[in-house]
Structure formats: C-alpha cells, structure tokens
T-cell receptor, first 115, second 112 residues
Framework: GAVVSQHPSWVICKSGTSVKIECRSL??????MFWYRQFPKQSLMLMAT?????????EQGVEKDKFLINHASLTLSTLTVTSAHPEDSSFYIC???????????FGPGTRLTVL | TQLLEQSPQFLSIQEGENLTVYCNSS?????LQWYRQEPGEGPVLLVT?????EVKKLKRLTFQFGDARKDSSLHITAAQPGDTGLYLC????????????FGKGTKLSVIP
C-alpha cells in the first residue's frame, strides 16, 4: 500500500500558539486530501476536503480561518491550527486519495495537546 | 446527515471465541468500508463492500453488506490477541463520493 506520513506525530503547545501539521504522500499523487480529527473515544470527523491547487471546503462547524489548509502540491498538504486552545486538543489525521490507484489512505495521525 | 451506528461499543472476549460487530444506518450507502485502528495510529483499511448482499472474507474475518446497503457486519472466527483494536465502519454516500461517514467504532479486546 501507499505510504503516508504525518509530521509531527505529536505536539504539545501553549494556548494561543499556532501549530502546523504536515501530511506527505510518499509514493502516489494526492489529488484530494481529507483532514479528520478524532477526539478521545470518538470516531473520525471530517473537517475539510481539498483538491490540489484549490481552496479547501470545510464541513459545517469547522472554522476555515482557524484551521488553515494548504494543498499546493500533489505530495504535501498542511493543516495549521491557528491560535490553538485546549478544546483543539485532538488527534488529527490526513487522508489522501489520488493517482494512480484512486485508493484512499490514512496517515498515522498527529496528537495535538494544547495546554 | 447520514449516521452509522456501531454495536457493541466495547467487546472483551477470550482467545478462541467468535464475535460479530454490527454497523447500521437508516441511510443507503454506495459502499461501506471497515477499518482497524491501533492506539495512536491512523485507521487501516480492511475491506470495501459495494454490492448489496456481498460477503467478503479476509482470513478469519467475514464481512457482509446488507441487501439494502444500509448495514454491515464483521464476524471474527477464533479471535486472537492480535485482533485487539478499534474497528470502524465508514460509508460513502454516493457512487464516486470520496467523503466517508464513520461510525464511532467497536473497541475489541481479546484476552489470551
């Protein structure tokens, strides 16, 4: 299967700071990127969908100015949590889909803890 | 809003026992996927079912898609400690839809 990496795997930050999470698809081209978050003992909730080179589409209730998504290339997408607060503490998972197999994969996740 | 209800939420069984996990919805899905997720990791795809009534087998795991494509089940035969994990079902709304709706998961513990 395809390899998807996320960096960092975990991060602890102070309230009010911004955190950038990178998602890389190492052996396929991610034409579509999904970003999910998963709170403890909860399932994955879709935050936003982006197509390479286009602006992301955000799900209802997800603030686009707070969760900045960049999908400028077919191998890299970033999610920046701006002015993070404790309630943003969660497990963030990227999920790229694209060429050549059009299969959807999931990254290993990034654990964000905001103090 | 499409919802997927998984049951049971938690399951603890002895090694060698059989178990079934259910995924139900009032909505029709064009396809349904089952994932397994380990703590601190992303979900890993186990299977995708597309056709109503479809049955797929993956070693000791048997997946079934309901005839009406509203529900699915995962049956594990002779569970092993290595089967321990969170099992998630996820449905795609329409043909060609890439957006998945996830169930809350079933946390399985297999005791040696």
């Amino acid at each position: 299967g395809a390899v998807v990496s996320q960096h960092p795997s975990w991060v602890i930050c102070k309230s009010g700071t911004s955190v950038k999470i990178e998602c890389r698809s190492l052996d396929f081209q991610a034409t579509t990127m999904f970003w999910y978050r998963q709170f403890p003992k909860q399932s994955l909730m879709l935050m936003a969908t982006s197509n390479e080179g286009s602006k992301a589409t955000y799900e209802q209730g997800v603030e686009k100015d707070k969760f900045l998504i960049n999908h400028a290339s077919l191998t890299l997408s970033t999610l920046t949590v701006t002015s993070a607060h404790p309630e943003d503490s969660s497990f963030y998972i990227c999920s790229p889909r694209g060429r050549p197999t059009d299969t959807q994969y999931f990254g290993p996740g990034t654990r964000l803890t905001v103090l | 809003t499409q919802l997927l209800e998984q049951s049971p939420q938690f399951l603890s069984i002895q090694e060698g026992e059989n178990l079934t996990v259910y995924c139900n919805s009032s909505s029709v899905f064009s396809s349904l996927q089952w994932y397994r997720q380990e703590p601190g990791e992303g979900p890993v795809l186990l299977v995708t079912v597309v056709t109503g009534g479809e049955v797929k087998k993956l070693k000791r795991l048997t997946f079934q898609f309901g005839d009406a494509r509203k529900d699915s089940s995962l049956h594990i035969t002779a569970a092993q400690p290595g089967d321990t994990g969170l099992y998630l079902c996820a449905g795609a709304a329409g043909a060609g839809s890439y957006q998945l709706t996830f169930g809350k998961g079933t946390k399985l513990s297999v005791i040696p």
